[in-house]
């Protein structure tokens, strides 16, 4: 299994073609978000399920059915993973699974732009109490696995078993920037922590040499 998950963050369909064309034979899945998918909907999809399985990230917030029909729309576009928020409640996060019988869905706990003083500022506990708690809702309201970051995998690796997926976003490469990113760490850092699969952005798709970034972060893996 390659656990590598490209982020195709583009709202440009061509460029994001291409990006999938480039990438996808060196990675587990292609990530389509919110810009792309609000962008072109379906045919930013399309776009990169022609060169590996997607996940697709839309993030899903809202009241039970309207969150489950949704889901189930998205299943219909043949999709391998995707997200809602686990802070949705475990009655929306089940609605999702439910709708979405051949889909796996991921429940993101904290974003990793969030730090502690941002979790403050809305009402939230420390992310090393909140992360792990939404987890284990999460995964027992039917959620195949969790989004949060890096330096929180142990922590829900241990509430939610060996079998869930873990995916965290907020990889970086030894020496690289961390963007606007909170939480943070390497592939080997997060991999070693419990981590399933890891989410990379800017360092594949801003690269000469993706398949080459790609090898590095396997490599990393490897140790």
């Known amino acids: 299994m390659n656990p590598l998950i490209a982020a195709l963050d583009t709202a440009d369909l061509d460029l994001l ?4 064309a480039t990438i996808g034979p060196h990675v587990g899945h292609l990530k389509v978000g919110l810009e792309a998918y609000t962008a072109h909907g379906p045919a930013a999809v399309a776009a990169a399920a022609a060169h590996a399985p997607v996940f697709l990230d839309l993030k899903l917030h809202d009241i039970p059915t309207t969150v489950a029909r949704a889901a189930a729309a998205a299943a219909g576009l043949g999709i391998d993973l ?6 949705g409640g475990p009655a929306m996060v089940g609605a999702a699974v439910d ?6 869905v991921l429940a993101v706990t904290v974003l990793t732009s969030l730090d502690d003083a941002a ?3 809305v009402g939230q506990p420390p992310a090393a109490e ?6 284990a809702m999460a995964r027992a309201a039917g959620a195949a696995g969790i989004v949060c970051a890096p330096v929180e995998a142990a922590a829900v690796r241990r509430v939610v078993g ?3 997926l873990v995916v965290t976003p907020g990889i970086r490469l030894p020496g690289s920037d961390h963007h606007d990113q909170a939480r943070v760490a390497t592939p080997r850092q997060a991999r070693e922590a419990g981590a399933s699969h890891l989410v990379v952005g800017r360092a594949l798709t801003q690269s000469d040499d993706p398949g080459g970034v790609a090898r590095a972060v396997l490599e990393d893996l490897r140790g």
Do not use: D, E
Request: hydrophobic residues 60%.
């Open 17 to 20: 073609g291409k990006l999938a």
């Open 130 to 135: 909140q992360v792990p708690r939404l987890a």
């Open 82 to 87: 995707l997200t809602v928020h686990a802070s």
């Open 162 to 164: 060996a079998a869930a």
């Open 99 to 104: 709708a979405a019988p051949g889909v796996r």
């Open 119 to 121: 979790l403050a500022a």
